[in-house]
Protein backbone atom coordinates (compact mmCIF):
# COMPACT_ATOMS: atom_id res chain seq x y z
CA UNK A 1 0.00 0.00 0.00
CA UNK A 2 1.27 3.95 -0.32
CA UNK A 3 2.42 5.38 2.65
CA UNK A 4 -0.51 6.23 4.78
CA UNK A 5 -1.15 8.76 7.86
CA UNK A 6 -2.81 7.03 11.17
CA UNK A 7 -4.59 8.81 13.81
CA UNK A 8 -4.73 7.86 17.92
CA UNK A 9 -7.45 5.16 18.30
CA UNK A 10 -8.46 4.90 14.70
CA UNK A 11 -9.64 1.12 13.82
CA UNK A 12 -7.81 -0.78 10.92
CA UNK A 13 -9.97 -2.32 8.60
CA UNK A 14 -9.08 -5.81 7.09
CA UNK A 15 -8.24 -4.94 3.95
CA UNK A 16 -5.51 -2.16 5.75
CA UNK A 17 -3.88 -4.79 7.70
CA UNK A 18 -3.65 -7.29 4.98
CA UNK A 19 -1.78 -4.26 2.71
CA UNK A 20 0.65 -3.50 5.40
CA UNK A 21 1.78 -7.24 6.14
CA UNK A 22 2.42 -6.89 2.26
CA UNK A 23 4.40 -3.62 2.66
CA UNK A 24 6.38 -5.50 5.22
CA UNK A 25 6.78 -8.73 3.51
CA UNK A 26 7.04 -7.58 0.14
CA UNK A 27 7.74 -4.18 -0.34
CA UNK A 28 4.49 -2.90 -1.08
CA UNK A 29 1.70 -3.03 -3.28
CA UNK A 30 2.89 -2.45 -7.22
CA UNK A 31 1.59 -0.47 -9.50
CA UNK A 32 2.54 -1.75 -13.09
CA UNK A 33 3.57 1.37 -16.17
CA UNK A 34 4.44 0.66 -19.64
CA UNK A 35 5.37 3.81 -20.51
CA UNK A 36 7.97 7.21 -18.76
CA UNK A 37 6.28 8.16 -15.60
CA UNK A 38 6.66 10.69 -12.78
CA UNK A 39 6.85 9.49 -9.48
CA UNK A 40 3.56 10.89 -7.06
CA UNK A 41 3.85 11.14 -3.47
CA UNK A 42 1.10 8.25 -3.36
CA UNK A 43 4.18 6.01 -4.65
CA UNK A 44 6.19 5.92 -1.47
CA UNK A 45 6.26 2.67 0.37
CA UNK A 46 5.46 0.99 -3.19
CA UNK A 47 6.59 -1.12 -5.90
CA UNK A 48 6.86 0.58 -9.41
CA UNK A 49 7.12 -1.71 -12.21
CA UNK A 50 8.02 -0.86 -15.76
CA UNK A 51 7.11 -3.09 -18.58
CA UNK A 52 8.13 -1.46 -21.91
CA UNK A 53 9.90 -3.12 -24.96
CA UNK A 54 11.51 0.58 -25.74
CA UNK A 55 13.64 2.91 -23.73
CA UNK A 56 11.58 4.71 -20.50
CA UNK A 57 12.26 6.90 -17.86
CA UNK A 58 11.04 7.54 -14.01
CA UNK A 59 11.51 10.75 -12.87
CA UNK A 60 12.35 12.17 -9.43
CA UNK A 61 10.68 15.31 -7.99
CA UNK A 62 11.11 17.36 -4.89
CA UNK A 63 8.58 17.99 -2.41
CA UNK A 64 7.05 14.47 -2.83
CA UNK A 65 8.04 12.07 -0.39
CA UNK A 66 8.94 12.53 3.28
CA UNK A 67 13.26 11.76 4.68
CA UNK A 68 13.26 7.72 5.19
CA UNK A 69 10.83 7.08 2.31
CA UNK A 70 11.36 4.40 0.12
CA UNK A 71 10.39 3.41 -3.42
CA UNK A 72 10.99 0.81 -5.03
CA UNK A 73 11.89 0.50 -8.98
CA UNK A 74 11.73 -2.74 -11.16
CA UNK A 75 12.16 -3.22 -14.76
CA UNK A 76 10.71 -6.43 -16.38
CA UNK A 77 10.42 -5.12 -19.79
CA UNK A 78 13.51 -5.05 -22.87
CA UNK A 79 13.76 -1.83 -22.83
CA UNK A 80 16.41 -0.13 -20.97
CA UNK A 81 14.81 1.83 -17.57
CA UNK A 82 16.54 5.21 -16.42
CA UNK A 83 15.92 6.60 -12.91
CA UNK A 84 15.78 10.27 -14.25
CA UNK A 85 16.55 13.33 -11.83
CA UNK A 86 13.50 15.45 -12.33
CA UNK A 87 13.94 18.73 -9.32
CA UNK A 88 15.32 16.44 -7.13
CA UNK A 89 18.98 15.00 -6.57
CA UNK A 90 19.36 11.29 -7.02
CA UNK A 91 22.86 9.77 -5.80
CA UNK A 92 24.03 6.37 -6.80
CA UNK A 93 27.55 4.50 -6.45
CA UNK A 94 26.13 2.37 -9.36
CA UNK A 95 23.64 2.98 -12.89
CA UNK A 96 20.74 4.46 -12.94
CA UNK A 97 20.11 2.58 -16.21
CA UNK A 98 18.42 -0.58 -15.44
CA UNK A 99 18.21 -3.53 -17.82
CA UNK A 100 15.55 -6.16 -18.13
CA UNK A 101 15.17 -7.82 -14.47
CA UNK A 102 17.35 -5.43 -12.35
CA UNK A 103 15.45 -3.64 -9.82
CA UNK A 104 16.74 -0.51 -6.95
CA UNK A 105 15.35 1.16 -4.17
CA UNK A 106 15.19 4.51 -3.94
CA UNK A 107 15.42 6.07 -0.15
CA UNK A 108 14.82 9.71 0.55
CA UNK A 109 17.65 10.98 2.96
CA UNK A 110 15.77 14.49 2.62
CA UNK A 111 12.43 15.80 0.52
CA UNK A 112 15.04 16.86 -1.91
CA UNK A 113 17.32 14.24 -2.53
CA UNK A 114 17.47 10.21 -2.77
CA UNK A 115 19.90 7.72 -2.47
CA UNK A 116 19.24 4.55 -5.28
CA UNK A 117 20.80 1.38 -4.48
CA UNK A 118 20.53 -0.51 -7.46
CA UNK A 119 21.00 -4.45 -7.73
CA UNK A 120 21.66 -5.27 -11.26
CA UNK A 121 20.75 -9.17 -12.62
CA UNK A 122 24.32 -8.76 -14.77
CA UNK A 123 26.30 -8.12 -11.44
CA UNK A 124 24.93 -10.91 -9.81
CA UNK A 125 25.81 -13.09 -12.40
CA UNK A 126 29.32 -12.57 -12.74
CA UNK A 127 29.32 -10.90 -16.13
CA UNK A 128 29.45 -7.03 -15.98
CA UNK A 129 32.49 -5.04 -15.86
CA UNK A 130 34.57 -7.29 -18.29
CA UNK A 131 36.87 -5.64 -20.53
CA UNK A 132 36.92 -7.40 -23.87
CA UNK A 133 33.01 -7.95 -23.91
CA UNK A 134 32.42 -5.09 -25.76
CA UNK A 135 33.79 -5.91 -29.37
CA UNK A 136 33.78 -1.91 -30.01
CA UNK A 137 36.99 -0.11 -30.27
CA UNK A 138 37.20 3.27 -29.09
CA UNK A 139 33.81 2.76 -27.49
CA UNK A 140 33.58 5.73 -25.03
CA UNK A 141 35.33 8.23 -27.88
CA UNK A 142 38.12 9.01 -25.68
CA UNK A 143 40.83 8.42 -28.68
CA UNK A 144 41.06 11.19 -31.39
CA UNK A 145 44.70 11.18 -32.85
CA UNK A 146 43.46 13.20 -36.05
CA UNK A 147 42.15 15.85 -33.72
CA UNK A 148 38.90 16.76 -31.07
CA UNK A 149 37.16 18.88 -33.74
CA UNK A 150 37.19 17.50 -37.24
CA UNK A 151 35.67 19.14 -40.01
CA UNK A 152 33.43 17.49 -43.01
CA UNK A 153 33.20 19.22 -46.04
CA UNK A 154 29.76 18.32 -47.47
CA UNK A 155 28.90 15.71 -50.16
CA UNK A 156 31.99 14.29 -48.18
CA UNK A 157 31.99 10.35 -47.66
CA UNK A 158 34.79 8.50 -45.14
CA UNK A 159 35.85 11.27 -43.29
CA UNK A 160 37.47 9.96 -40.11
CA UNK A 161 36.72 11.84 -36.85
CA UNK A 162 37.23 9.80 -33.81
CA UNK A 163 39.40 7.11 -34.11
CA UNK A 164 37.43 3.99 -35.71
CA UNK A 165 34.57 6.15 -36.76
CA UNK A 166 33.77 7.62 -40.30
CA UNK A 167 31.07 10.12 -41.24
CA UNK A 168 29.53 9.89 -44.43
CA UNK A 169 27.34 13.92 -45.43
CA UNK A 170 25.57 14.48 -48.65
CA UNK A 171 25.20 18.19 -50.33
CA UNK A 172 25.21 21.17 -48.17
CA UNK A 173 25.29 19.23 -45.44
CA UNK A 174 28.84 20.42 -43.80
CA UNK A 175 29.35 19.16 -40.53
CA UNK A 176 32.12 19.23 -37.80
CA UNK A 177 32.50 15.43 -35.34
CA UNK A 178 33.81 16.74 -31.97
CA UNK A 179 35.09 15.28 -28.43
CA UNK A 180 32.91 16.80 -25.76
CA UNK A 181 32.77 16.16 -22.20
CA UNK A 182 29.16 14.03 -21.40
CA UNK A 183 29.03 15.86 -17.93
CA UNK A 184 26.32 13.49 -16.39
CA UNK A 185 27.60 11.11 -13.86
CA UNK A 186 23.62 10.11 -13.31
CA UNK A 187 21.93 9.08 -16.27
CA UNK A 188 25.28 7.57 -17.65
CA UNK A 189 28.22 4.61 -15.42
CA UNK A 190 31.34 7.61 -14.93
CA UNK A 191 31.98 8.02 -19.16
CA UNK A 192 34.35 10.82 -19.49
CA UNK A 193 34.01 11.71 -23.26
CA UNK A 194 31.23 11.58 -26.31
CA UNK A 195 31.11 12.61 -30.03
CA UNK A 196 29.01 15.13 -31.29
CA UNK A 197 27.61 14.64 -34.64
CA UNK A 198 26.68 18.57 -35.72
CA UNK A 199 25.10 20.03 -38.96
CA UNK A 200 26.93 22.73 -39.37
CA UNK A 201 24.53 26.34 -38.63
CA UNK A 202 22.26 27.28 -41.77
CA UNK A 203 23.11 24.44 -43.57
CA UNK A 204 20.30 22.77 -45.82
CA UNK A 205 21.06 19.45 -46.98
CA UNK A 206 18.80 16.87 -45.71
CA UNK A 207 20.01 13.77 -46.67
CA UNK A 208 20.96 10.87 -44.34
CA UNK A 209 24.24 11.31 -42.51
CA UNK A 210 25.79 8.48 -41.60
CA UNK A 211 28.57 7.54 -38.21
CA UNK A 212 30.00 4.01 -39.03
CA UNK A 213 32.82 2.17 -37.35
CA UNK A 214 33.83 -1.35 -39.70
CA UNK A 215 35.24 -4.11 -37.45
CA UNK A 216 38.34 -6.20 -39.15
CA UNK A 217 37.44 -9.70 -39.69
CA UNK A 218 39.26 -11.41 -36.71
CA UNK A 219 37.08 -9.14 -34.46
CA UNK A 220 34.01 -9.78 -36.05
CA UNK A 221 34.23 -13.65 -36.10
CA UNK A 222 33.95 -14.61 -32.94
CA UNK A 223 30.05 -12.89 -33.03
CA UNK A 224 28.93 -15.48 -36.20
CA UNK A 225 26.07 -17.02 -35.00
CA UNK A 226 25.44 -15.62 -31.70
CA UNK A 227 22.42 -13.83 -30.22
CA UNK A 228 24.01 -10.50 -29.27
CA UNK A 229 22.85 -6.74 -28.33
CA UNK A 230 24.00 -3.43 -29.23
CA UNK A 231 23.66 -0.77 -26.83
CA UNK A 232 24.55 2.97 -26.48
CA UNK A 233 23.78 6.34 -24.70
CA UNK A 234 22.64 8.85 -26.50
CA UNK A 235 21.10 12.84 -26.43
CA UNK A 236 19.95 15.21 -28.87
CA UNK A 237 21.32 18.88 -29.05
CA UNK A 238 18.59 21.63 -29.17
CA UNK A 239 17.89 22.30 -32.61
CA UNK A 240 17.99 18.72 -33.41
CA UNK A 241 16.22 18.23 -36.64
CA UNK A 242 15.56 14.86 -37.58
CA UNK A 243 11.49 13.93 -37.58
CA UNK A 244 10.56 13.12 -33.97
CA UNK A 245 13.98 12.97 -33.18
CA UNK A 246 15.01 9.82 -34.83
CA UNK A 247 18.08 8.38 -34.42
CA UNK A 248 18.64 5.18 -36.32
CA UNK A 249 21.11 2.03 -35.34
CA UNK A 250 22.33 -0.85 -36.71
CA UNK A 251 24.52 -3.35 -36.39
CA UNK A 252 25.18 -4.87 -39.89
CA UNK A 253 27.14 -8.13 -40.88
CA UNK A 254 28.78 -9.46 -44.22
CA UNK A 255 30.48 -11.81 -45.21
CA UNK A 256 33.82 -10.27 -47.13
CA UNK A 257 37.61 -9.82 -45.30
CA UNK A 258 38.56 -6.59 -43.97
CA UNK A 259 36.44 -4.27 -45.89
CA UNK A 260 35.19 -1.09 -44.74
CA UNK A 261 31.37 -0.15 -45.19
CA UNK A 262 31.69 3.00 -45.41
CA UNK A 263 34.05 3.06 -48.52
CA UNK A 264 33.10 -0.22 -50.26
CA UNK A 265 30.19 -1.81 -48.34
CA UNK A 266 30.07 -5.54 -47.31
CA UNK A 267 29.58 -8.18 -49.32
CA UNK A 268 26.43 -10.24 -48.13
CA UNK A 269 25.18 -7.40 -45.64
CA UNK A 270 22.85 -7.86 -43.62
CA UNK A 271 20.63 -6.10 -40.38
CA UNK A 272 21.54 -7.71 -37.73
CA UNK A 273 20.26 -5.19 -36.11
CA UNK A 274 18.13 -2.20 -36.85
CA UNK A 275 16.03 0.16 -34.72
CA UNK A 276 14.88 3.64 -34.24
CA UNK A 277 15.55 5.44 -30.87
CA UNK A 278 14.10 8.86 -29.67
CA UNK A 279 16.42 11.35 -28.47
CA UNK A 280 15.87 13.90 -25.97
CA UNK A 281 18.48 16.52 -24.33
CA UNK A 282 19.07 14.09 -21.49
CA UNK A 283 21.20 11.32 -22.04
CA UNK A 284 19.66 7.70 -22.55
CA UNK A 285 20.68 4.27 -22.80
CA UNK A 286 20.12 2.07 -25.64
CA UNK A 287 19.47 -1.11 -26.62
CA UNK A 288 18.14 -4.12 -28.50
CA UNK A 289 19.33 -7.49 -29.26
CA UNK A 290 19.91 -9.44 -32.88
CA UNK A 291 21.37 -12.87 -33.95
CA UNK A 292 23.94 -12.76 -36.18
CA UNK A 293 24.48 -15.41 -39.30
CA UNK A 294 26.55 -18.21 -39.22
CA UNK A 295 28.55 -16.69 -42.11
CA UNK A 296 29.15 -13.62 -40.90
CA UNK A 297 32.87 -12.35 -41.13
CA UNK A 298 32.18 -8.70 -40.38
CA UNK A 299 30.38 -6.37 -38.12
CA UNK A 300 29.62 -2.46 -38.70
CA UNK A 301 27.76 -0.50 -36.06
CA UNK A 302 26.14 2.55 -37.86
CA UNK A 303 23.97 5.69 -36.40
CA UNK A 304 22.13 7.33 -39.43
CA UNK A 305 20.23 10.70 -38.71
CA UNK A 306 18.27 12.36 -41.50
CA UNK A 307 17.76 15.94 -41.12
CA UNK A 308 15.11 18.17 -41.84
CA UNK A 309 14.92 22.00 -42.99
CA UNK A 310 17.91 24.84 -42.11
CA UNK A 311 20.01 23.51 -39.02
CA UNK A 312 20.45 25.72 -36.23
CA UNK A 313 22.99 26.09 -33.76
CA UNK A 314 22.24 23.52 -31.98
CA UNK A 315 21.48 20.32 -34.92
CA UNK A 316 23.38 17.71 -33.35
CA UNK A 317 23.25 14.36 -31.41
CA UNK A 318 25.96 13.22 -28.77
CA UNK A 319 26.44 9.42 -28.61
CA UNK A 320 28.81 7.42 -26.05
CA UNK A 321 29.27 4.21 -24.48
CA UNK A 322 28.79 2.00 -27.08
CA UNK A 323 28.81 -1.57 -26.82
CA UNK A 324 28.29 -5.06 -29.22
CA UNK A 325 28.42 -7.79 -26.51
CA UNK A 326 27.18 -11.40 -27.10
CA UNK A 327 24.32 -11.77 -24.30
CA UNK A 328 20.31 -11.41 -24.74
CA UNK A 329 20.13 -8.53 -23.04
CA UNK A 330 22.60 -5.21 -22.43
CA UNK A 331 24.92 -5.65 -19.36
CA UNK A 332 26.91 -2.93 -17.45
CA UNK A 333 28.86 -0.62 -19.98
CA UNK A 334 32.60 -2.16 -20.49
CA UNK A 335 35.21 -0.78 -23.01
CA UNK A 336 37.07 -2.56 -24.98
CA UNK A 337 40.32 -2.15 -23.43
CA UNK A 338 41.04 -1.81 -19.43
CA UNK A 339 42.79 1.13 -19.94
CA UNK A 340 43.35 4.57 -21.91
CA UNK A 341 46.82 3.23 -22.93
CA UNK A 342 45.66 0.03 -24.42
CA UNK A 343 42.77 1.64 -25.81
CA UNK A 344 45.01 4.20 -27.87
CA UNK A 345 47.36 0.85 -29.05
CA UNK A 346 44.14 -0.74 -30.69
CA UNK A 347 43.27 2.36 -31.92
CA UNK A 348 46.95 2.88 -33.59
CA UNK A 349 46.96 -0.55 -35.33
CA UNK A 350 45.10 0.90 -37.82
CA UNK A 351 46.37 4.63 -37.71
CA UNK A 352 48.23 6.75 -35.91
CA UNK A 353 49.95 10.30 -35.69
CA UNK A 354 52.50 12.04 -34.00
CA UNK A 355 52.14 15.81 -33.33
CA UNK A 356 53.92 18.65 -31.86
CA UNK A 357 57.47 19.82 -31.59
CA UNK A 358 59.28 16.00 -31.89
CA UNK A 359 61.83 14.43 -34.43
CA UNK A 360 59.46 12.38 -35.91
CA UNK A 361 62.22 10.15 -37.81
CA UNK A 362 65.99 10.14 -39.35
CA UNK A 363 67.46 9.36 -42.37
CA UNK A 364 69.57 10.81 -44.99
CA UNK A 365 69.77 13.20 -47.77
CA UNK A 366 69.67 10.97 -51.36
CA UNK A 367 69.80 14.06 -53.51
CA UNK A 368 69.58 17.46 -53.10
CA UNK A 369 65.66 18.02 -53.17
CA UNK A 370 65.06 14.29 -51.29
CA UNK A 371 65.68 12.22 -48.02
CA UNK A 372 64.67 9.29 -46.84
CA UNK A 373 63.79 8.65 -43.22
CA UNK A 374 63.11 6.04 -41.16
CA UNK A 375 59.63 6.35 -39.67
CA UNK A 376 58.97 3.81 -36.58
CA UNK A 377 55.60 2.86 -35.73
CA UNK A 378 54.89 2.85 -32.10
CA UNK A 379 52.94 -0.32 -32.72
CA UNK A 380 52.64 -3.29 -35.38
CA UNK A 381 50.15 -1.65 -37.96
CA UNK A 382 47.41 -3.96 -39.74
CA UNK A 383 49.16 -3.34 -42.84
CA UNK A 384 52.09 -2.49 -44.44
CA UNK A 385 50.29 -0.25 -46.73
CA UNK A 386 48.69 3.33 -46.25
CA UNK A 387 48.26 6.66 -46.94
CA UNK A 388 50.69 9.41 -45.33
CA UNK A 389 48.91 12.16 -44.02
CA UNK A 390 51.13 15.64 -42.64
CA UNK A 391 51.02 18.94 -42.26
CA UNK A 392 54.12 21.27 -41.71
CA UNK A 393 57.33 19.58 -41.59
CA UNK A 394 60.78 20.37 -42.40
CA UNK A 395 64.19 18.45 -42.37
CA UNK A 396 67.20 19.74 -40.55
CA UNK A 397 70.87 18.67 -40.89
CA UNK A 398 74.00 19.03 -39.26
CA UNK A 399 74.44 22.51 -40.69
CA UNK A 400 71.87 23.82 -39.13
CA UNK A 401 70.24 24.00 -41.96
CA UNK A 402 66.42 23.61 -42.42
CA UNK A 403 64.20 22.66 -46.07
CA UNK A 404 60.43 22.67 -45.84
CA UNK A 405 58.80 19.10 -46.67
CA UNK A 406 57.15 19.87 -49.81
CA UNK A 407 55.89 15.85 -50.29
CA UNK A 408 55.84 13.19 -48.16
CA UNK A 409 55.56 9.50 -49.73
CA UNK A 410 56.61 5.98 -49.17
CA UNK A 411 59.78 4.81 -50.28
CA UNK A 412 59.64 1.11 -48.64
CA UNK A 413 56.28 -0.54 -46.82
CA UNK A 414 56.09 -2.19 -43.33
CA UNK A 415 53.87 -2.31 -40.43
CA UNK A 416 56.59 -1.61 -37.83
CA UNK A 417 59.20 0.37 -39.60
CA UNK A 418 58.14 2.88 -42.66
CA UNK A 419 60.79 4.25 -44.97
CA UNK A 420 59.37 7.40 -46.30
CA UNK A 421 60.95 10.08 -49.17
CA UNK A 422 60.87 13.38 -48.43
CA UNK A 423 60.86 15.97 -50.64
CA UNK A 424 61.92 19.30 -50.84
CA UNK A 425 62.58 22.08 -53.11
CA UNK A 426 66.30 22.24 -53.27
CA UNK A 427 69.66 22.55 -51.13
CA UNK A 428 70.09 19.23 -49.64
CA UNK A 429 73.67 17.65 -50.04
CA UNK A 430 73.63 13.99 -50.91
CA UNK A 431 74.66 11.59 -48.07
CA UNK A 432 74.35 13.92 -45.54
CA UNK A 433 72.31 12.71 -42.06
CA UNK A 434 68.68 15.02 -41.47
CA UNK A 435 66.36 14.16 -39.10
CA UNK A 436 62.22 15.39 -39.94
CA UNK A 437 60.71 16.95 -37.79
CA UNK A 438 58.11 19.79 -36.67
CA UNK A 439 58.91 23.34 -38.73
CA UNK A 440 60.22 25.50 -35.81
CA UNK A 441 58.62 23.43 -33.11
CA UNK A 442 54.86 24.49 -34.66
CA UNK A 443 52.50 22.45 -32.01
CA UNK A 444 50.24 22.16 -35.31
CA UNK A 445 52.79 19.71 -37.38
CA UNK A 446 51.63 16.37 -37.31
CA UNK A 447 53.22 12.79 -39.22
CA UNK A 448 50.50 10.31 -39.85
CA UNK A 449 50.33 6.86 -41.55
CA UNK A 450 46.70 4.88 -42.06
CA UNK A 451 46.37 1.15 -41.71
CA UNK A 452 42.37 1.64 -42.06
CA UNK A 453 40.14 -1.06 -43.61
Given at each position: MAKQTF?????????????????????????????????????????????AAGATTITVNTALFAAGDTVQIQNVGAGVLTVTAGTATVSTSATLALNQYDAGTLYFNTTSAAFFFAVDAADAS??????????????????????????????????????????????????????????????????????????????????????????ESINSIPFAGKTVVISFYARSGANYSPTSSALTYKLVSGTGTDQNESTTGFTGAANVVSQVATLTTTWQRFSYSGTVGATATQLATEFLST??????????????????????????????????????????????????????ANGIFFSGTKARVALNCPVTMRTDTGAIDFNNLWLADGSASTYNATAVGYYYYGKQVKLLEVDVASGGTASRPVYLSANAGSSASYIGATAEL
Open positions: TTGQVLTAAQMTSLQQTSMGGGSTTAKTASYVLVAADAGTVVQMNGSTNVAGKNGVINSAMNVWQRGTSVSVLASTNSTYTADRYILNVGANQASTVSRQTTSDTTNLPFIQYCAKVQRNLSQTGTGTMYLISSWPTGTAGANDYYEVTGIQVEIASTATAYSPNTPTYATELVACQRYYFRTTGGEVF
